[in-house]
């Protein structure tokens, strides 16, 4: 027990934050070899989180844009039926007004269409038509170089722990920012490179299957983090 919780409830393990290759240009894990990795590592659901922004190299207009996004996950899914493991749909969503990255949870296929032509709508509008009890906005790695710091009031949480080994992303400055605004705090390995697989997990007591479950789950904010191996609690 660590502060009233039975830490050994919580054993179901979730990677928020996975991104795989081609559609991720960043990544150079392919969708089947990034599932096989996490499902050896004993890990439960997966999110892929792949990039989704209007520079995305080689997609020429809308359609070529959403199926090469497709084409991943739908590989990761694929791949997680034969391996017994969650691949939950998300997004790593940019607008055009700066750099800044959102994870977006609450989400599917389908809204694909809606995420493309957000590209130059902005955070702040775009938190207006988003977010309500079904989706979160998640500002992914806010103190990491070249980021905008955004009002609180058009996030419901920020990633207070991006272990990305290549990046410094502040975890001390995120958690604090965090707490002091009231905002949900998510973990994240942001997995792209071979090495990097397993870093951190969110751990619940309830097995994550879909993107609304966890919408639910961080909404409740029932849940732990391991990073490295350790227990922290958020």
Same mark, same amino acid.
Not at 6 to 18: D, V
Not at 33 to 47: D, P, Q, R, T, W
């Given at each position: 027990?660590?502060?009233?919780?039975? +830490?050994?409830?919580?054993?179901?393990?979730?990677?928020?934050?996975?991104?795989?290759?081609?559609?991720?240009?960043?990544?150079?894990?392919?969708?089947?070899?990034?599932?096989?990795?996490?499902?050896?590592?004993?890990?439960?659901?997966?999110?892929?989180?792949?990039?989704?922004?209007?520079?995305?190299?080689?997609?020429?207009?809308?359609?070529?844009?959403?199926?090469?996004?497709?084409?991943?996950?739908?590989?990761?899914?694929?791949?997680?039926?034969?391996?017994?493991?969650?691949?939950?749909?998300?997004?790593?969503?940019?607008?055009?007004?700066?750099?800044?990255?959102?994870?977006?949870?609450?989400?599917?296929?389908?809204?694909?269409?809606?995420?493309? @032509?957000?590209? @130059?709508?902005?955070?702040?509008?775009?938190?207006?038509?988003?977010?309500?009890?079904?989706?979160?906005?998640?500002?992914?790695?806010?103190?990491?170089?070249?980021?905008?710091?955004?009002?609180?009031?058009?996030? @419901?949480? +920020?990633?207070?722990?991006?272990?990305?080994?290549?990046?410094?992303?502040?975890?001390?400055?995120?958690?604090?920012?965090?707490?002091?605004?009231?905002?949900?705090?998510?973990?994240?390995?942001?997995?792209?490179?071979?090495?990097?697989?397993?870093?951190?997990?969110?751990?619940?007591?309830?097995?994550?299957?879909?993107?609304?479950?966890?919408?639910?789950?961080?909404?409740?904010?029932?849940?732990?983090?391991?990073?490295?191996?350790?227990?922290?609690?958020?």
């Amino acid at each position: 027990m660590v502060n009233g919780m039975n +830490i050994e409830a919580y054993q179901y393990k979730t990677e928020l934050h996975l991104h795989t290759s081609p559609a991720s240009s960043c990544s150079e894990v392919p969708p089947e070899l990034a599932v096989k990795l996490y499902a050896n590592l004993g890990y439960h659901s997966i999110v892929v989180c792949n990039h989704f922004y209007g520079g995305m190299r080689f997609r020429e207009d809308k359609q070529s844009c959403i199926d090469a996004y497709l084409a991943d996950y739908n590989l990761a899914v694929e791949t997680g039926e034969k391996y017994g493991i969650n691949v939950i749909f998300g997004c790593e969503l940019r607008f055009t007004e700066n750099i800044n990255d959102y994870l977006l949870f609450g989400i599917d296929k389908s809204d694909l269409d809606f995420l493309y @032509d957000s590209f @130059d709508m902005g955070v702040e509008e775009f938190s207006k038509q988003f977010r309500d009890e079904k989706h979160l906005l998640i500002q992914a790695h806010p103190f990491r170089n070249g980021m905008t710091q955004i009002a609180p009031e058009y996030l @419901d949480g +920020i990633e207070t722990f991006n272990m990305h080994p290549s990046h410094n992303s502040r975890v001390a400055l995120a958690a604090k920012y965090a707490k002091e605004h009231h905002l949900i705090p998510t973990v994240g390995t942001d997995f792209h490179h071979l090495g990097h697989e397993g870093l951190t997990a969110l751990l619940t007591d309830t097995e994550l299957k879909t993107s609304h479950d966890i919408v639910k789950a961080l909404k409740s904010r029932n849940y732990i983090f391991e990073i490295g191996g350790s227990i922290v609690l958020p």
